[in-house]
């Protein structure tokens, strides 16, 4: 029964720290930020924050490999793998020390153990699954190592360990919850939260960038704005000889989003066809597609739009 529980903990504890590691992994990639939202970073001054946050991930994602690693019978298992379960059983009695100080001194901000998923305040379930995990950690200094996976009675009592810790560590993490809201819950796209990096970086994959790249004179758009679930793009752009600016009106959604763009003559502010050069049979390659749109960079600084006559958009899709 021992041994079984023994051996239960160091699947377990690899899952949750590759878990907790791909979870921040995940807020960077939707943020750009790593230290955006992990707990027990704010105790620190913003200049430490990152660093802190950036060897915190490194720390999970290597000795979840490591536990993994050099729990079998090969010669990785020894020293090693006894310096990994304790740098593990260390790193969770750290990890409860911080949430112990986040709650008295923070007690606004989640642990943001899971990214995303931990945005509760710490509560004493946290506390206890954390305290859990550490003891976790610590019996596995020393035991033998796994050779082969048990049967029969051996094999129930050992997934029934399993099981039955999985469920306790799930009733402890308010995350659960968390997750199971979202699972039901669907962002109105007026309210959701895009980088406008993000909408630069598909919109430089999209067809219409394909399609009008090589008319855009710089490499920086000269106005960015958001209008409820549209993000509006402006590049300038020459046409026969003339300014003119290219407006991409992105929709705000984090994979493939629909793309439209629109030329207008950069004086007047007016809609131009575009170059004869990219239709054909007489007919543009795009479904027109009509949209009002502000302009001026001035305007759009402002709070308050400024009408503009309809701008015949071309779609991507």
């Known amino acids: 029964m021992l041994q079984a529980i023994g051996d239960a903990q160091i699947p377990l504890l690899a899952a949750l720290l590759l878990l907790g590691c791909g979870a921040k ?32 991930c490194a720390l999970e994602g290597g000795l979840g490999l490591g536990l993994i690693l050099t729990a079998g019978h090969c010669h990785w298992h020894g020293g090693l793998a006894t310096t990994v379960r ?22 606004d901000v989640g642990c943001g153990c899971f ?27 020393g035991l033998p190592p796994i050779t082969a996976l048990p049967t029969g009675r051996d094999a129930l009592v050992a997934l029934g360990v399993f099981c039955l810790e999985l469920l306790l560590i799930a ?18 796209c007026e ?17 219409s960038w394909r399609r009008y790249g090589d008319l855009i004179t710089a490499e920086l758009p000269v106005d960015v704005w958001r209008e409820l679930c549209w993000r509006y ?8 000889g003339e300014p003119a600016e290219i407006v991409f009106a992105v929709f705000l959604q984090q994979r493939r989003p629909a793309v439209h763009a629109a030329l207008v003559d950069g004086v007047t ?14 007919r543009s390659l795009l479904t027109p597609w009509r949209i009002s749109l502000r302009l001026s960079p001035a305007i759009a600084a402002t709070s308050v739009p400024a009408p503009q006559p309809d701008l015949p958009f071309s779609s991507d899709l």
């Open 115 to 141: 990214g995303d998923f931990s945005t509760a305040p710490v509560s004493g379930r946290t506390l206890a699954r954390s305290a859990l995990l550490t003891v976790a950690a610590l019996a596995t200094i």
């Open 233 to 240: 793009v402006v590049y300038p752009a020459s046409y026969l």
């Open 86 to 107: 304790a740098g593990t059983g260390l790193l969770f009695l750290i990890a409860t020390a911080a949430l112990i100080e986040l709650r008295q001194a923070r007690p």
């Open 171 to 188: 009733a402890l993490s308010p995350e659960v919850g968390e997750a199971l809201i979202r699972l039901g819950y669907s962002e109105p």
């Open 191 to 207: 309210v959701r939260t895009v980088p406008t990096a993000r909408t630069i970086t598909m919109l430089r994959r999209s067809k």
């Open 269 to 282: 502010g007016l809609p131009v066809p575009w170059p004869s050069a990219r239709t054909r049979s007489g």
């Open 25 to 56: 992994l995940r807020r960077v990639l939707r943020t750009g930020s790593i230290d955006e939202g992990l707990g027990p970073t704010a105790l620190l001054p913003m200049r430490l924050r990152r660093p802190l946050a950036i060897i915190v």
